[in-house]
């Protein structure tokens, strides 16, 4: 964010809808596994909980900056 006091310009406003997205679907994300242990889906309840799991792992493990500070490559030598 390169903006002056009190000023905000295109990418500052960028960076404040991807967290405000990051925020919702956290929101979104806190609702859904504080109620997969009330989820009754009769039979298939055994099968489908692991599903919504992994799915939401994944969607979680997604929204997250995953980049690494990995050093540039070392040259070639040529």
């Known amino acids: ?4 006091s009190f000023a905000l310009d295109v990418s500052d406003i960028v960076v404040l809808f991807k967290n405000a997205l990051l925020v919702a679907v956290a929101a979104f994300l806190t609702a859904i596994v504080n109620n997969i242990g009330q989820l009754d889906l009769g039979g298939y ?5 692991p599903m919504v ?3 939401l792992d ?5 929204t997250k900056d995953n ?3 990995s050093p540039d490559p070392a040259p070639d030598g040529e």
């Not at 964010?1 to 002056?4: A, D, E, L, P």
């Open 53 to 55: 799991t992994v799915i």
């Open 45 to 49: 309840t055994p099968l489908v909980v």
């Open 67 to 69: 980049t690494k500070n």
């Open 1 to 4: 964010m390169g903006s002056k």
């Open 58 to 62: 994944t969607i979680i493990k997604w």
